[in-house]
């Protein structure tokens, strides 16, 4: 059977004469005035000679549509939905509907849903048919409709978004107030860098949607975020109705192009830290599930320690030592309080630094697997250095300091920190759980006074340890760690680090900059949209934005 075209009568009797002038013996090249060769003008009265009918191109102009353009005349198509056949190296693509346009010389396709980024093959199979055996590839949904997340309010929308780039194993999509320069870029970075050294490091990503690439899609974040992930994604369509959310059932990221051109940062955009970051959440949401909350000095340190596994060094760095970074004054390593990217920071050195006693970056990946509850790192870390987690801690802290080459105190070539870390800005310090700070020791002989009893001390100078009270660290600094190992998250007892008994000296910290920029990158990295994170992402939009 065929569909076949509304053609007006003196159409198909104009065709029937032409037809019958072609079979004529010698009709084309002899008698008559103005005889010609083939494909030329000649005694049909002057038109041209009907072009053999043939498909010449085909596209997809959202997820549910293909077109195939056609070239030369014809009455009619095949009407069968398997003549049609869409096939891709992730697999067929069924028909449900077939259209026929003769003024348009087009055949539309109503397809069940495109997988993105795919190279399909339209062939068409109809013995007897001027097209049969015809076949064009064409690259899926031009276009394509997103649920995304308003961040002023966390309400969902739909937008539809054009494919920029497509790569082995990444596609990005973008909206109009979103196109920027540097796809094509973030692209390459993803492929040969990104994705095969995370995947390596941690776990293997998922293909939810079965097309074997993650989607990036890019939006005007309004100044709210430079990316984010949404793990809802990871639900299917059916689960996510039962829930009550929306979900595009894919391996999939948000980024603010624009945002990251002109926001907060001004760095420009690039690839080097949002991608990463934001990945490395995507796999996270692999091993680690959907409905329970993150402990995210685990999720969010370790995000920032794929930074370091795609580039060798996080360029954030610097921020660990500098002044405007608050650590001085103490911040919790495990209790997050989503005010400022002092604990991003804080929480790459320590892995990084946990990291280096393991072996190096691929220990990232043991750490990774861990669920992040202190309790579990701590049995870890008593079962793969024999010291648990506040041992570990102040022997980081230490290595921050002394930065020795090789061992305990140093971070064997993971890191060069370009300094010292900022000590305190006055002589005793309340500390939090896992809070440590460095006490100014103006003289030698200096013993803390007052302490908590959960707070442990050691004096560093030059490039040794002193491990004994009255430290002799002229010069150098006392650190103060609150090791309290049963903290409470949600109401956190504060102890004091106590003072060492000596004229408090000041340090040379301008206390102009004290807070100043203490967000800096915090405004890039939202904590995943998931329903048990809903309240920490509140908390850093607050901290990142102020309401």
């Given at each position: 059977?065929?569909?076949?075209?509304?053609?007006?009568?003196?159409?198909l009797?104009?065709v029937?004469?032409?037809?019958?002038?072609?079979?004529?013996?010698?009709?084309?090249?002899?008698?008559?005035?103005?005889?010609?060769?083939?494909?030329?003008?000649?005694?049909?009265?002057?038109?041209?000679?009907?072009?053999?009918?043939?498909m010449?191109?085909?596209?997809?102009?959202?997820?549910?549509?293909?077109?195939?353009?056609?070239?030369?005349?014809?009455?009619?198509?095949?009407?069968?939905?398997?003549?049609?056949?869409?096939?891709?190296?992730?697999?067929?693509?069924?028909?449900?509907?077939?259209?026929?346009?003769?003024?348009?010389?087009?055949?539309?396709?109503?397809?069940?849903?495109?997988?993105?980024?795919?190279?399909?093959?339209?062939?068409?199979?109809?013995?007897?048919?001027?097209?049969?055996?015809?076949?064009?590839?064409?690259?899926?949904a031009?276009?394509?409709?997103?649920?995304?997340?308003?961040?002023?309010?966390?309400?969902?929308?739909?937008?539809?978004?054009?494919?920029?780039?497509?790569?082995?194993?990444?596609?990005?999509?973008?909206?109009?107030?979103?196109?920027?320069?540097?796809?094509?870029?973030?692209?390459?970075?993803?492929?040969?860098?990104?994705?095969?050294?995370e995947?390596?490091?941690?776990?293997?990503?998922?293909?939810?949607?079965?097309?074997?690439?993650?989607?990036?899609l890019?939006?005007d974040?309004?100044?709210?975020?430079?990316?984010?992930?949404?793990?809802?994604?990871?639900?299917?369509?059916?689960?996510?109705?039962?829930l009550?959310?929306?979900?595009?059932?894919?391996?999939?990221?948000?980024?603010?192009?624009?945002?990251?051109?002109?926001?907060?940062?001004?760095?420009?955009?690039?690839?080097?830290?949002?991608?990463?970051?934001?990945?490395?959440?995507?796999?996270?949401?692999?091993?680690?599930?959907?409905?329970?909350?993150?402990?995210?000095?685990?999720?969010?340190?370790?995000?920032?320690?794929?930074?370091?596994?795609?580039?060798?060094?996080?360029?954030?760095?610097?921020?660990?030592t500098?002044?405007s970074?608050?650590?001085?004054?103490?911040?919790?390593?495990?209790?997050?309080?989503?005010?400022?990217?002092?604990?991003?920071?804080?929480?790459?050195?320590?892995?990084?630094?946990?990291?280096?006693?393991?072996?190096?970056?691929?220990?990232?990946?043991?750490?990774?697997?861990?669920?992040?509850?202190?309790?579990?790192?701590?049995?870890?870390?008593?079962?793969e250095?024999?010291?648990?987690?506040?041992?570990?801690?102040?022997?980081?802290?230490?290595?921050?300091?002394?930065?020795?080459?090789?061992?305990?105190?140093?971070?064997?070539?993971?890191?060069?920190?370009?300094?010292?870390?900022?000590?305190?800005?006055?002589?005793?310090?309340?500390?939090?759980?896992?809070?440590?700070?460095?006490?100014?020791a103006?003289s030698?002989?200096?013993?803390?006074?007052?302490?908590?009893?959960?707070?442990?001390?050691?004096g560093?100078?030059?490039?040794?340890?002193?491990l004994?009270?009255?430290?002799?660290?002229?010069?150098?600094?006392?650190?103060?760690?609150?090791?309290?190992?049963?903290?409470?998250?949600?109401?956190?007892?504060?102890?004091?680090?106590?003072?060492?008994?000596?004229?408090?000296?000041?340090?040379?910290?301008?206390?102009?900059?004290?807070?100043?920029?203490?967000?800096?990158?915090?405004?890039?990295?939202?904590?995943?949209?998931?329903?048990?994170?809903?309240?920490?992402?509140?908390?850093?939009?607050?901290?990142?934005?102020?309401?």
């Open positions: 059977m065929s569909l076949r075209a509304a053609f007006p009568l003196a159409l009797v104009c029937s004469v032409a037809c019958a002038e072609d079979e004529s013996p010698g009709g084309s090249s002899e008698g008559g005035s103005g005889g010609a060769g083939a494909g030329e003008q000649g005694g049909n009265g002057g038109n041209p000679v009907p072009t053999e009918a043939q010449v191109a085909a596209s997809a102009p959202d997820e549910h549509t293909v077109v195939a353009e056609l070239e030369g005349t014809l009455e009619e198509v095949p009407d069968v939905l398997s003549a049609y056949e869409l096939s891709s190296d992730f697999g067929a693509l069924p028909v449900t509907s077939i259209d026929f346009d003769a003024a348009a010389n087009t055949i539309t396709l109503t397809t069940e849903k495109q997988k993105l980024g795919v190279t399909y093959f339209l062939t068409i199979k109809h013995p007897g048919s001027p097209l049969d055996q015809d076949s064009k590839q064409f690259l899926s031009d276009t394509a409709t997103f649920w995304a997340t308003d961040f002023a309010d966390f309400s969902d929308f739909e937008v539809v978004a054009t494919r920029l780039a497509v790569g082995e194993k990444i596609v990005f999509y973008g909206t109009d107030a979103s196109y920027i320069d540097g796809v094509d870029e973030a692209l390459d970075v993803f492929d040969n860098q990104i994705f095969p050294k995947t390596a490091v941690f776990n293997a990503m998922g293909d939810l949607d079965g097309n074997g690439k993650m989607v990036a890019g939006l974040g309004h100044g709210y975020y430079g990316g984010y992930f949404g793990p809802v994604n990871s639900l299917t369509q059916e689960e996510a109705e039962q009550g959310f929306k979900t595009n059932s894919m391996e999939m990221l948000y980024i603010s192009f624009p945002d990251l051109v002109d926001g907060p940062s001004g760095n420009g955009w690039s690839p080097e830290q949002v991608l990463p970051h934001e990945f490395s959440h995507l796999l996270y949401n692999e091993s680690h599930g959907l409905f329970d909350s993150d402990w995210s000095w685990h999720n969010e340190g370790l995000a920032e320690c794929a930074v370091h596994v795609v580039h060798g060094v996080n360029p954030s760095l610097w921020f660990y500098h002044e970074s608050m650590l001085g004054d103490g911040q919790s390593l495990v209790i997050w309080e989503y005010s400022n990217y002092s604990q991003y920071i804080q929480a790459y050195v320590f892995w990084t630094y946990v990291a280096s006693r393991l072996g190096g970056v691929p220990n990232y990946g043991d750490l990774f697997a861990l669920d992040g509850d202190p309790a579990n790192i701590d049995a870890f870390l008593q079962a250095l024999g010291q648990g987690l506040a041992a570990t801690q102040l022997d980081f802290m230490t290595a921050a300091y002394l930065q020795q080459p090789t061992g305990s105190y140093g971070f064997d070539g993971m890191l060069q920190l370009g300094g010292v870390p900022q000590l305190a800005s006055s002589a005793s310090v309340d500390l939090p759980p896992f809070t440590g700070v460095l006490l100014s103006p030698n002989g200096v013993s803390p006074i007052g302490a908590g009893g959960s707070v442990v001390h050691r560093v100078v030059d490039s040794a340890p002193d004994v009270a009255p430290f002799d660290v002229a010069g150098g600094a006392v650190i103060a760690l609150n090791t309290d190992p049963n903290p409470d998250p949600e109401n956190p007892a504060e102890q004091s680090s106590g003072t060492l008994g000596a004229a408090f000296a000041g340090n040379p910290r301008s206390s102009a900059l004290r807070g100043g920029g203490s967000n800096n990158e915090l405004w890039k990295h939202p904590p995943p949209l998931k329903p048990a994170n809903m309240d920490a992402v509140r908390a850093w939009r607050k901290a990142a934005h102020g309401f």
